[in-house]
């Protein structure tokens, strides 16, 4: 197939993170330029902070170097900045004069540092925070000068000052709010924070307004509106951002205070798709990475052609250690916005947690001193979680990183932002002898974004090296006598590794013995169908129990059962009966207690009931008996079918090779099962991963009977 042409304007995070996820899902379809306005590859702008703190080196936040490009044939332009974009030629032209040619563009200009109209602010001295230039250029001036004042207090202006301390100069923060970080937190954890700061040499302007610069030739100082003046030799600007939507604007594209897209990124041009900062999705432009990662999720799989569901939001949070400081933040948390839950505040060991609620929801959360429980309390917001949950926990004290680390089940997610599960921790520690969180970090990508989840990542690699492997045989058992590998460790490999074939799957993971097992063949085959469906006819040939692992639905005589009964079988039957599963799942529809059909003793059971319909999972008929759990109930016919559909999708997308229905139940959280099923915007997200798969296998099975014919 002849290659297409793409594009990438923006070489830096956003952009760079749709390549990564285009080159699993279709590493040949195209043929990719990526223009980059800074000279350097792609590197991670939020740990800047970190440069200036001393805690990381420039090389050691490059998340692409050179050569990445290079081998997967990439052309990168670097310094290069896209000045004109023709979209009836579908060119672009760069300031140098380069020009490419494109079939698809992807803009990801990003954003630029906010520089509010204050007089005097572009003397010499004055500088924003945004780049590793302006990194460079705060460590110089701290060579020649002693004072520096940060114009904005929140989390990006307070690690800036944090680093200007570092490098030795005395730090003003100036803020026109009352309290720090006035958008993740509230008062008292702002006071908290501000007075822990004080501690180590910032001192605070609240409540300010920066009139103007004073100083000839250069900046020597601030002045603010009720007259009073600050001594400064650098200024930093930390106020906010701007998307950079010029390019964009002038070409004739729809925009707003970004550019505007479609639920699959697509701009007003169907040729052209936007991510990142640079993109307004149903109103609202994000700043932080996790959204603009999903984003990235969704308009790779937009231009590969498997993405059935498009991106729906995301719930924005902050986990970041501030100046020494962990600080958790999310959803509504100001007061007005929503009703305080839960409050607690230990002087003694300086943590606060406060939980709010909303129409009796968990709406937000804030943690301070400790961020251990971060991602649950994420997790909570997320899904709309009843504030019964929070009642329902354990008593022992939460903020205690190694017990939840303990506490924590495998496949819960521990790195928000690239979706990274304590097993992928546990089975990296276990395969590679690694020993530390930054060996974890380089292996699995948790905590290399935003850093917020280093902490719990520290905590998990501390309990992984407290047991041998024997200890942990439930999270990491090798699959069979050919590999050290467990189910756990190839599901992660194959998920995040772009790979062409099993055989190169084999060969990269160190297969002890080259062509497998009838064991390890097959359940390399069926993890390929999940994670590599467009190339699913490769496995075919290895899957020898394919057929065998589908629905097989029980439904007693139409006579018996009732038109809405068979009728709800039919199209559910279509709906699965592509669908590859772990093991062979049995199910049964019953119209009601006149025709059983045995609903409580199958994998999947549907009932009819004066409410609707009861769907049960987890039956089994034969030794051991198990009763089917009842995971919710439907009030329509097409309710109970994307129910049951999206219980097949997480079983499919969470268990082993062969592990049946009940097994699985019992190894995970059923309470969590009914959260992600019941919940609308996660049911969806399952039912459009499994229509996607149902299409690529659908049209394999069909290559294959027209082969045949």
């Not at 002038?250 to 701009?267: K, P, Q």
Request: glycine residues 8%; charged residues 20%.
């Amino acid at each position: 197939m002849k290659r297409e042409k793409l594009v990438v304007i923006g070489n830096g995070m956003a952009g760079m993170k749709c390549v990564e996820e285009i080159l699993k899902l279709e590493p040949h379809r195209f043929h990719i330029t990526v223009f980059g306005r800074e000279p350097h590859p792609n590197y991670n702008r939020i740990l800047l902070s970190k440069v200036l703190q001393g805690d990381s080196t420039i090389d050691s936040i490059v998340i692409n170097d050179w050569s990445w490009y290079e081998e997967r044939e990439i052309k990168l332009y670097t310094g290069e900045t896209v000045v004109h974009l023709d979209i009836q030629a579908r060119q672009v032209t760069t300031l140098s004069g380069i020009r490419a040619n494109y079939d698809f563009l992807i803009i990801a200009t990003g954003s630029s540092a906010f520089i509010p109209p204050i007089a005097g602010i572009h003397k010499p001295g004055v500088i924003a925070f945004r780049s590793m230039e302006d990194c460079a250029t705060m460590i110089d001036y701290s060579k020649k000068y002693k004072k520096a004042a940060v114009i904005g207090g929140g989390l990006l202006g307070l690690e800036a000052a944090r680093g200007l301390l570092n490098l030795g100069m005395q730090t003003e923060v100036i803020h026109n709010a009352s309290y720090l970080m006035n958008r993740q937190l509230d008062a008292m954890a702002a006071d908290m924070l501000r007075r822990e700061l004080e501690q180590q040499g910032m001192r605070f302007w609240l409540s300010k307004e920066t009139e103007s610069i004073t100083g000839l030739n250069r900046a020597k100082g601030i002045r603010f509106s009720n007259g009073t003046t600050l001594e400064a030799d650098l200024i930093v600007i930390s106020v906010g951002i701007r998307p950079n939507i010029t390019l964009a604007k002038e070409s004739g594209l729809t925009t707003n205070r970004a550019i505007v897209v479609d639920d699959f990124m697509r701009t007003s041009d169907p040729h052209i798709y936007a991510v990142g900062e640079c993109a307004e999705h149903r109103g609202v432009a994000y700043g932080l990475v996790a959204p603009l990662y999903e984003q990235g999720k969704v308009l790779a799989g937009s231009l590969c052609g498997t993405q059935a569901a498009g991106y729906e939001g995301s719930v924005p949070y902050a986990q970041l250690k501030v100046s020494g400081v962990e600080v958790f933040s999310v959803g509504s948390i100001q007061q007005g916005e929503a009703d305080t839950a839960l409050q607690v505040y230990d002087g003694i060991q300086g943590t606060y947690k406060k939980i709010t609620m909303k129409d009796g929801k968990v709406s937000g959360a804030i943690l301070f001193g400790s961020t251990a429980e971060g991602t649950t309390l994420l997790g909570l917001v997320k899904r709309g979680a009843p504030i019964a949950e929070l009642a329902a926990k354990p008593k022992e004290d939460q903020s205690d990183e190694d017990s939840i680390a303990v506490s924590m089940s495998g496949h819960e997610t521990v790195c928000a932002c690239n979706a990274v599960t304590k097993s992928s921790i546990i089975c990296a520690v276990m395969e590679d002898g690694l020993q530390t969180a930054e060996q974890v970090r380089d292996r699995t990508k948790a905590s290399s974004s935003c850093g917020g989840c280093r902490p719990m990542v520290e905590a998990i690699v501390r309990y992984a090296l407290r047991y041998d492997k024997e200890s942990l045989a439930p999270e990491v058992a090798a699959i069979c006598s050919c590999t050290a590998y467990s189910h756990d460790m190839v599901k992660s490999a194959m998920k995040s590794g772009v790979f062409m074939n099993i055989q190169e799957v084999m060969a990269t993971l160190g297969w002890l013995n080259p062509s497998g097992c009838p064991t390890c063949s097959d359940a390399l085959a069926y993890y390929w169908t999940l994670y590599y469906p467009q190339l699913t006819k490769e496995a075919s040939a290895q899957d020898r129990n394919r057929d065998s692992r589908n629905l097989i639905l029980h439904v007693p005589s139409p006579a018996i059962s009732g038109f809405n009964t068979t009728l709800l079988a039919k199209h559910l039957h279509q709906a699965c009966q592509y669908l590859t599963l772990p093991s062979p799942v049995k199910g049964a529809i019953s119209s009601g207690i006149h025709s059983p059909a045995g609903v409580l003793v199958h994998d999947i059971g549907i009932a009819g009931s004066p409410a609707g319909w009861e769907i049960y999972a987890g039956g089994h008929a034969e030794h051991p008996v198990k009763q089917g759990q009842l995971i919710g109930i439907a009030e329509s016919d097409s309710l109970a079918k994307e129910l049951a559909i999206a219980i097949l999708q997480l079983y499919r997308e969470q268990a082993e090779y062969g592990e049946r229905v009940w097994k699985w139940l019992e190894r995970t959280s059923i309470d969590e099962i009914r959260e992600l099923v019941l919940h609308v915007e996660h049911r969806m997200d399952l039912m459009s991963r499994a229509e996607a798969a149902a299409t690529y296998l659908t049209s394999e099975r069909l290559g294959e009977h027209i082969c045949s014919q």
